[in-house]
């Protein structure tokens, strides 16, 4: 390359090519053929076509607003120039765009109850959905619940429509995400309170915006749980009064720390409630849910103060929901679904920095090959490939149940299997999407770590998805108290794994049969361990399964995946990759990590204090700390 080509501050004649992106339902190696075997044929031309339009639309519209929304930072502007309060939260023209269309895209889900029994078996069963683009994909009651949430998660799938539709929606949403889960979740909880008919005026018109495709009229909701006491201690550290007015309504005054969807119309929260003098009442203390208009305009005159995501209330009207102290189960309802969308979020994010790493690899050039044709780089993206489609299946799978369970055809050990899944899916997909995408950027080099590339934003993303909707441990104990509470979900687990991979047993091919044989093997250790615990939260209790949750919680993911890996392997229309990722998931990793029952008695945990506090005991340094926020 002569010099003449960097005189007079030229660049010189290289470029780097960046990576293509493309229509990512026909670019995911999975979801296509399972949505094909899981959808009757009518209801899956129907549903691929509506999906692959919903792609193209990502990359022709949606992909660039929400790069725009990572570029344009909210605002919040307290005062105008002349020193009135204002309490102004300024958002991009973008970030309302992107919340018109998942309104008019239906991705808020939504249950329909049906008493028809159908098999237990996902994998392979037929179950069909009738598409109403009038109302939310996840909520249209003209349509099979199951096929609803499976399209709801694709542009997410029936409930498998809902998830796909949401997982394709996801990398490219600019974080609008967030308040698309926060209205799923607010209509859930009015219709687990059977407030769906209801003819209260205000509550009548929030229940059918939240629900609207209209995105001029389409309502989003938000939920201000969380104060500065506690994060998944919801309840033990509430700190938000609500004092009685009339019938249902209430005044609140608190302040709530972590919101989700400050720039909502509508909110749900949680407050005790105190009687004129701030009291409460000794027997009934439990905390209530409250529904709250969050727009300035329906608020009148009462001070209300965003603080990025602080949300000061100061005699803020609301209406009670449900029972009085029955908060905490009332918002519960919602968490199935959140969670959900919080496992769209990573496997989505898996699935889209993986392509572009992918195609990447085809057009970079280094040390006089493609990266493609070095098999270090290229065994990299495989093994990414292996978890990713792990990912997709179980997140499709978990759909499925959600469906059979809303729509009233789950079960009893079905209803049990969803019960202990759901936390495993969103804590399993949330462990491994950081480090997933962490790996990947690594792919492009320097350019992985440049802002202007835009990939960073990929990375920082991900990482909410293992706080968002309890974190690790928080969800592994929650399992355990699964296991503890409902005895049954071991077993609906250990049929679970059985049904999918029995009919491999008669594979020809000797990789599907010896990946049947680990997944038995480490599947009868894993529930051993399960029945030989008592759940007990003291760690001073001996044997516990406090300290080993995770291992335990972990494992219950890889083998899940690992039978979902196999079934899909031996279905007709699986190829030669489908058999090497099996063999490779079930047969060169631990399915069961580490997980050892000596891992989790009393003296682990002194080692673990030990490891972790001896080198701090008397030392005089440790007086003279300085907290980060004076640093």
């Not at 239906?106 to 078996?121: D, Y």
């Not at 009548?204 to 309502?219: C, F, H, I, V």
């Not at 019938?247 to 005790?272: C, E, H, M, P």
């Amino acid at each position: 390359m002569p010099a003449s080509n960097y005189a007079h501050a030229k660049t010189g004649g290289f470029t780097i090519e960046a990576p293509h992106a493309y229509n990512s339902y026909r670019d995911d190696p999975v979801l296509d053929r399972t949505l094909k075997r899981l959808l009757k044929p009518d209801e899956y031309e129907r549903t691929s076509k509506d999906l692959d339009r919903f792609s193209q639309r990502i990359l022709d519209e949606i992909g660039e607003l929400g790069r725009q929304c990572e570029l344009k930072k909210p605002e919040l502007v307290v005062q105008d120039a002349w020193g009135k309060r204002v309490d102004e939260l300024r958002v991009c023209d973008e970030w309302n765009t992107l919340k018109r269309i998942f309104a008019e895209e239906g991705l808020i889900e939504f249950e329909t109850r049906h008493t028809k029994p159908v098999s237990s078996n996902p994998i392979g069963t037929q179950w069909h959905t009738f598409l109403n683009y009038g109302t939310s994909i996840g909520y249209d009651k003209s349509r099979d619940a199951v096929a609803r949430r499976l399209h709801q998660v694709g542009q997410c799938v029936d409930r498998n429509l809902y998830t796909v539709k949401i997982a394709l929606f996801n990398p490219a949403a600019g974080l609008t995400g967030c308040p698309l889960a926060m209205t799923d979740g607010a209509v859930r909880t009015f219709e687990a309170l059977g407030l769906e008919k209801t003819e209260d005026p205000e509550l009548k018109e929030a229940y059918e915006r939240l629900l609207s495709t209209d995105g001029q009229r389409a309502w989003t909701s938000g939920q201000w749980m969380t104060e500065k006491r506690g994060g998944s201690d919801v309840s033990g550290a509430c700190d938000t009064y609500a004092t009685h007015v009339e019938g249902d309504k209430y005044l609140l005054n608190g302040y709530k720390w972590f919101s989700s969807a400050v720039d909502a119309n509508i909110a749900l929260t949680l407050a005790r409630i105190v009687d004129e003098n701030g009291k409460e009442d000794e027997v009934r203390n439990y905390l209530s849910s409250f529904f709250t208009f969050a727009s300035r305009e329906r608020m009148s005159s009462m001070e209300f103060r965003f603080r990025f995501f602080e949300v000061k209330t100061r005699q803020v009207e609301a209406r009670m929901l449900g029972e009085r102290g029955r908060g905490i189960a009332a918002i519960s309802n919602m968490l199935n679904g959140t969670r959900l969308v919080n496992a769209c979020g990573s496997v989505s994010a898996m699935r889209s920095i993986l392509n572009l790493a992918r195609d990447y690899s085809t057009r970079r050039e280094a040390f006089g090959r493609r990266l493609d044709q070095w098999p270090l780089h290229l065994r990299t993206i495989a093994e990414l490939e292996v978890d990713a489609r792990a990912c997709t299946l179980f997140l499709l799978d978990v759909a499925f149940h959600l469906g059979l369970q809303e729509s009233g055809r789950s079960s009893e050990y079905q209803t049990a299997l969803i019960r202990l899944m759901t936390p495993v899916l969103k804590a399993y997909t949330a462990k491994l999407v950081v480090p997933h995408v962490s790996e990947a950027l690594e792919c492009f080099g320097g350019m992985g770590y440049m802002e202007d590339s835009g990939i960073p934003s990929s990375l920082r993303d991900a990482q909410v998805m293992p706080i968002w909707e309890g974190t690790t441990n928080v969800l592994s104990m929650d399992v355990m108290r699964v296991m503890s509470t409902r005895p049954e979900a071991v077993d609906a687990f250990e049929n679970a794994v059985t049904d999918l991979v029995e009919p491999a047993r008669v594979s020809t091919d000797a990789r599907i049969r010896d990946s049947v044989d680990a997944v038995k093997i480490a599947l009868e250790a894993l529930v051993a361990s399960m029945r030989s615990f008592s759940y007990v939260s003291d760690v001073e209790g001996g044997i516990t399964f406090a300290g080993g949750a995770r291992s335990i919680m972990m494992a219950l993911g890889r083998v899940y995946c690992g039978a979902l890996l196999i079934n899909n392997a031996i279905h007709p229309g699986a190829n030669e990759s489908d058999f090497v990722t099996a063999k490779r998931f079930c047969l060169e990793r631990s399915l069961l990590g580490n997980l050892d029952e000596t891992a989790f008695g009393k003296e682990r945990n002194e080692q673990d204090r030990l490891i972790l506090f001896n080198h701090t005991q008397n030392q005089g340094w440790m007086k003279r700390g300085v907290p980060i926020s004076k640093l």
